[in-house]
């Protein structure tokens, strides 16, 4: 529809909505730059490993000249979650076969792949998951060279006769995953005399282990005291753990351009071997986790320049 006017008319209005569009322009150039300026927060969960890796991803990001607050050690998986859906943190190292766990407890998925697409599917539309890396840190079920000796144990399936004699030890929310007490019930039909609620994968687990509270204990793969200690790491030969690739779990909308690029980057260069040294380092070694993760990203190519 056509609506007709003065050309002196014309040209005021012409004017106005120039400098509208001109201020809209500026308005949004402004907010832009305000989104890439404001600061990403990287959350961890608390345990050694996962404060780690918040150092990694953070100094990564701020070596692209991305500002960074750290805030590690929230708390466990539902914890970050929810700080995560509420955009109180950008972006968490996360393992993508425990969190695919977490958002769908009845998943069998066991390949890296189809866990990811999972997930994928599972996540609120302001979250996602970037590329994942090689380095895996699997749950492991662990018993002292003195148990896997006397009951001759190599494999999760050798528990069979023996379980309802044991005591399985691990964080609290183990008890009702399926890649966990559910799953060792359901795919290797074992049920343990008792559990005991300890921390994930720390100390306190470790120190169960080793001072017979527990019997079996859910140590991650990468744990330096596994070797220190001489524990025996059982075989899951029903693989009932699947895959547990380190993967950024991010808010798309407070991730500012390059910052997916950055994290991405950390992923393509890190693999289990690696994690495991860096976390020998850490706990072993009493190395600074700032200084491991600074050394580590210098020596790939992705710390500051």
């Known amino acids: 529809m056509h609506f007709g006017m003065n050309g002196s008319k014309a040209r005021v209005i012409g004017a106005t909505l120039a400098l509208a569009v001109a201020a809209t322009g500026a308005l949004s150039a402004c907010s832009s730059s305000s989104k890439s300026g404001s600061k990403v927060v990287v959350g961890s969960a608390g345990f050694t490993e996962n404060v780690l890796l918040m150092e990694i991803y953070a100094q990564a990001l701020e070596a692209k000249g991305i500002s960074v607050e750290r805030k590690p050690n929230i708390g466990q998986r539902d914890v970050l979650y929810q700080q995560l859906k509420s955009d109180a943190i950008t972006v968490v190292p996360e393992y993508n076969g425990a969190l695919l766990a977490y958002l769908d407890k009845t998943s069998t998925e066991t390949t890296t792949s189809g866990v990811d697409q999972a997930v994928a599917g599972k996540l609120p539309s302001n979250l996602e998951i970037l590329q994942p890396a090689a380095a895996q840190d699997n749950d492991s079920l662990v ?86 200690n001489g524990f025996v790491v059982l075989q899951d030969d029903k693989g009932l753990f699947g895959v547990q690739n380190v993967v950024p779990l991010v808010s798309k909308k407070n991730l500012p351009a390059g910052g997916a690029d950055a994290l991405n980057a950390v992923s393509a260069k890190l693999d289990t071997t690696t994690l495991t040294s860096l976390m020998e380092q850490v706990v072993t070694q009493k190395k600074d986790t700032a200084d491991v993760a600074k050394q580590w990203l210098a020596s790939v190519g992705l710390g500051k320049a």
């Open 143 to 228: 018993v002292t060279q003195a148990l896997a000796t006397k009951d001759n144990l190599k494999a999760i399936s050798d528990l069979a006769p023996v379980a309802k004699d044991l005591v399985l030890g691990s964080a609290p929310e183990f008890k009702t995953r399926q890649q966990g007490v559910v799953g060792l019930k359901s795919v290797y039909g074992l049920e343990f005399k008792d559990f005991k609620a300890l921390d994930n994968a720390g100390p306190q687990t470790v120190s169960a282990l080793q001072h017979g509270d527990a019997d079996v204990v859910d140590l991650y793969s990468t744990t330096p005291a596994i070797k220190t």
